[in-house]
């Protein structure tokens, strides 16, 4: 990948010994249920190919110091738990997901979710217990943060449009190997233990997540990142699979050696750091890369197809992860969440109260290939570009909504114009995007 800003080559490193480091390499994610899911196609999907790469040549480039800015940025905000002395939630923040107890719930068969279910998660919560550890930590595998300390889903009536499975409303999100993370405190069985990232808050599992002290974070925080431009590697040891590594993740550079550093847990609970080796081209660069149309095409286009992941779950993205990752190798940081990242641009633009028509000449007259993305409450999606007078997006989508109150469900990321499903007759035209987006933010 000769246009990063570090060539992936200089840093390449080889095993030195019979014993090899950790190994970072090419893999994939696991095959579950989700993969399964309906995928129906609308037009769009079919006349518009599925190939971001055409559209990067609508590109305004960023200089070198705009990059270098916002990749500050991005560090800053990064490691932002480790400058914590505690978890900073108010115990609303903290415990919202209390209401699911009094609502009807089920599990993914349809079964009703009993009341007694929840007051055991409640206790075992032990939020009474907030701050007891205040403790900064690290994760150590790519895992998941839970409204709960369980990995039990809840879902609304699988029966009804748009909720059962995947929609699992205990999944707050995943997050990459190497986060920094503040912990609060653990859960009454010890399994768990209440966590704060830079984006999100939620239940870890502790087997997930080590310690840290100041020598460790002095360390492991050294300005000096790569971070993965592969989607769907893997992490391996000599005890075998560590954990699977998702295109974004981040990976301190030794200053000795320049092979890149990775959490490993002692017999106490601590992080100690572990080099690793990588033998495959092209999976993990200098953070930030250049943002220039090779980069682009190259981050772009494998995110291209993923099923949808809700809140992360089963090792793939929803919509705002989708758009988190790919910002995030040129070093731009974005928080978890659609309503966050409506927040998060240096400029947003309104779109309330304008017409199919007016929003449409006002996405091609402002939003920039790339550099925007186009918000409605609920979902967010990359601007790519302008193709036959049409703005055209990427976004991981659920489905089009129907006049019966049904979608037709896409499932997957997908390349759209702001109007998918426009040529079916049944389908609810005050609900396309065109009509529902609320605004532009750019970068």
């Not at 899911?37 to 040549?57: E, G, R």
Request: glycine share 6%.
């Amino acid at each position: 990948m000769k246009y990063l800003i570090m060539s992936v080559s200089l840093l390449l490193t080889l095993p030195t010994s019979l014993y090899p480091d950790t190994v970072l390499t090419l893999g994939q994610r696991s095959i579950s249920e989700i993969d399964n899911m309906p995928a129906h196609q609308v037009q769009d999907t079919t006349h518009i190919k599925q190939d971001p790469t055409p559209f990067t040549q609508q590109i305004t480039t960023m200089s070198n110091e705009e990059q270098l800015e916002y990749d500050r940025q991005y560090n800053e905000r990064f490691f932002e738990p480790w400058t914590m002395n505690a978890v900073t939630l108010s115990e609303g923040e903290k415990t919202w997901q209390f209401k699911y107890a009094k609502e009807k719930t089920y599990r993914r068969d349809g079964s009703s979710i009993p009341k007694s279910w929840y007051e055991q998660q409640i206790q075992n919560s032990n939020f009474s217990m907030s701050n007891s550890l205040s403790h900064a930590g690290i994760t150590l595998r790519h895992t998941n943060l839970r409204l709960y300390p369980s990995n039990r889903g809840i879902y609304y009536d699988p029966k009804r449009t748009g909720e059962g499975f995947p929609f699992d409303y205990s999944q707050n999100s995943s997050v990459h190997i190497n986060t920094p993370v503040m912990l609060s405190h653990y859960s009454l069985d010890r399994k768990w233990v209440y966590a704060q990232t830079s984006f999100a808050a939620g239940w870890i599992q502790n087997k997930d997540v080590a310690l840290v002290t100041p020598t460790f974070q002095n360390k492991f925080q050294n300005d000096d990142y790569a971070i993965t431009v592969k989607d769907n590697l893997q992490l391996l040891d000599d005890h075998g699979y560590i954990s699977l590594v998702k295109m974004g993740s981040i990976f301190p550079i030794d200053p000795a050696t320049k092979k890149y550093l990775i959490a490993k847990k002692d017999e106490k609970g601590f992080a100690y750091l572990n080099k690793v080796t990588v033998n495959d081209v092209d999976i993990i660069a200098h953070k930030p890369i250049k943002f220039n149309p090779y980069n682009i095409a190259y981050i772009s286009k494998q995110l291209v197809g993923e099923p949808y992941g809700w809140g992360g779950k089963l090792e793939a993205r929803d919509c705002s992860a989708l758009t988190r990752d790919f910002f995030a190798p040129f070093g731009v940081y974005l928080r978890r969440n659609s309503r966050q990242q409506a927040r998060d641009g240096n400029e947003f633009i309104s779109l309330k109260g304008l017409d199919a028509s007016s929003k449409q000449q006002t996405i091609l007259n402002n939003a920039k290939p790339f550099r925007s993305m186009l918000f409605v409450p609920g979902h967010i999606t990359l601007y790519l570009g302008e193709k036959k007078g049409e703005p055209i997006i990427l976004h991981n989508y659920w489905g089009v909504r129907l006049n019966d109150g049904s979608k037709r469900v896409m499932g997957r990321a997908i390349i759209t114009t702001t109007k998918p499903g426009a040529e079916r007759p049944d389908v609810r035209k005050r609900s396309m995007l065109i009509n529902t987006l609320t605004g532009i933010v750019n970068f």
